[in-house]
C-alpha cells in the first residue's frame, strides 16, 4: 500500500526478524569491540504491524564522536553515512539493497534521546 511520498505500507513479513539476525552478525564480525548492544526497533520490528518494509538497526556505542571512526568499515559493508541528519544524537546510515533502501542503521549512545526514544516506543508497541 503507498501512503505517500513514495513511502509503501507492507503486510507484517515474519521474515523481517531473521533479516535484522542477518545485519546484526554482520555488524557483529565487523565491528565487535565498539558495540555494546544491537536493537531492532521501528516497525518491523514488532510482530504483526504493517510497516514500510525497511528494517531500522540500532547500535549502541560507548561515545558517539569517537564512532565516527567506524564510517569506513561501514561504508565497506554497504551503509553510506549521512553526516547532515537532523537528528543530533546519532549517526545515520541508509542502506539500499537491489536498488531498494533496505536498512536504516543508527549509532547512538545508550543513554542519548534517540536512543532511548527508539527503544521505548518499540517496547510500547510490542
Known amino acids: 500500500m503507498k501512503v505517500g511520498a513514495g513511502v509503501s505500507i507492507a503486510p ?5 526478524p531473521d533479516e535484522f ?3 546484526r552478525t554482520e555488524l557483529l564480525d565487523t565491528l565487535p569491540s565498539w558495540i555494546l ?3 531492532h526497533v521501528g516497525s518491523t520490528s514488532v510482530p504483526g ?3 514500510k518494509p525497511i528494517i531500522d538497526i540500532l547500535v549502541a556505542v560507548p561515545n558517539l564522536s569517537a564512532s565516527l ?3 569506513p568499515a561501514l561504508e565497506g559493508l554497504g551503509f553510506v553515512y549521512r553526516p547532515d541528519d537532523e537528528l543530533p544524537d546519532r549517526h545515520y546510515f541508509p542502506r539500499t539493497v537491489a536498488g531498494l533502501r533496505r536498512h536504516h542503521l543508527s549509532l547512538a549512545e545508550p543513554r542519548s534521546w534517540h536512543y532511548q526514544n527508539s527503544v521505548n516506543f518499540r517496547d510500547a508497541l510490542r
Not at 507484517?12 to 523481517?16: A, E, T
Open 49 to 51: 504491524l504493517d510497516a
Open 37 to 39: 548492544s544491537i536493537e
Open 12 to 16: 507484517y513479513n515474519p521474515l523481517w
Open 21 to 23: 539476525d542477518r545485519v
Open 69 to 71: 571512526t567506524l564510517v
